[in-house]
Antibody
Framework: EVHLLASGGGLVQPGGSLRLSCAAS????????MDWVRQAPGKGLEWVST????????AYTDSVKGRFTISWDTSKHTLYLQMNSLTVEDSAVYFC??????????WGQGTLVTVSS | NFMLTQPPSVSASPGKTVTISCTRS????????VQWLQQRPGRAPTTVLF?????PSGVSDRFSGSYDTSSNSASLTISGLKTEDEAVYFC????????FGGGTRLTVL
């Protein structure tokens, strides 16, 4: 069983920044891609960002381009999401989702980000 | 990019079979794999099917998937419904980015 825990969420004012982390050292496979996915309260799932191709290629949903940065620290086996210029629309639970070679995604507990003044 | 459209809700009685559809707005449903996720209230999603119809270990064989190119849709079928199957189900596929359907709330009456 894969255990993932996203951390780093919290309450932040509009315009502020947060850095989310996801420790993936216990993954029993080499991930072919890793996503950040968010879910606003009572809403559906929204893809935010992906890092892939041995952590060299990144992609972002349009609403976060230029504000969010996904990265991977090989030495710490940790995925990050640096979030800047946050708005109330960014409020959500954020999940990190690694994918194995077959394309199966693994979901752990997310971290709640609340953007409010 | 494309969209995936799911019915907002479905319901069925215990022991019955239910099918949830996921219609792709553009591009061929068969060209990229579809995953199905289950999310129980207050919990993180879990994968119940990947690669259209592959079950992760531990997922009941009551869950199966398929697709129909004529309707450009994928489907999740759950047979022998149990009350524990009550959840929201999301389909997911990808093109240049990951795409999620809006989710379907399954009620087992």
């Amino acid at each position: 069983e894969v255990h993932l825990l996203a951390s780093g969420g919290g309450l932040v004012q509009p315009g502020g920044s947060l850095r989310l982390s996801c420790a993936a050292s216990a993954l029993p496979f080499t991930s072919q891609a890793m996503d950040w996915v968010r879910q606003a309260p009572g809403k559906g799932l929204e893809w935010v960002s992906t890092i892939s191709d041995h952590y060299s290629k990144t992609a972002y949903t349009d609403s976060v381009k230029g504000r969010f940065t996904i990265s991977w620290d090989t030495s710490k086996h940790t995925l990050y999401l640096q979030m800047n210029s946050l708005t109330v629309e960014d409020s959500a639970v954020y999940f990190c989702v690694p994918y194995d070679i077959s394309g199966r995604g693994y979901w752990g507990q997310g971290t709640l980000v609340t953007v409010s003044s | 990019n494309f969209m995936l459209t799911q019915p907002p809700s479905v319901s069925a009685s215990p022991g019955k079979t239910v099918t949830i559809s996921c219609t792709r707005s553009s591009g061929n449903i068969a060209t990229t794999y579809v995953q199905w996720l289950q999310q129980r209230p207050g919990r993180a999603p879990t994968t119940v099917l990947f690669d259209d119809n592959e079950r992760p270990s531990g997922v009941s064989d009551r869950f199966s998937g398929s697709y129909d190119t004529s309707s450009n849709s994928a489907s999740l079928t759950i047979s022998g419904l149990k009350t524990e199957d009550e959840a929201v189900y999301f389909c997911q596929s990808y093109d240049s980015s990951r795409v999620f359907g809006g989710g379907t709330r399954l009620t087992v009456l």
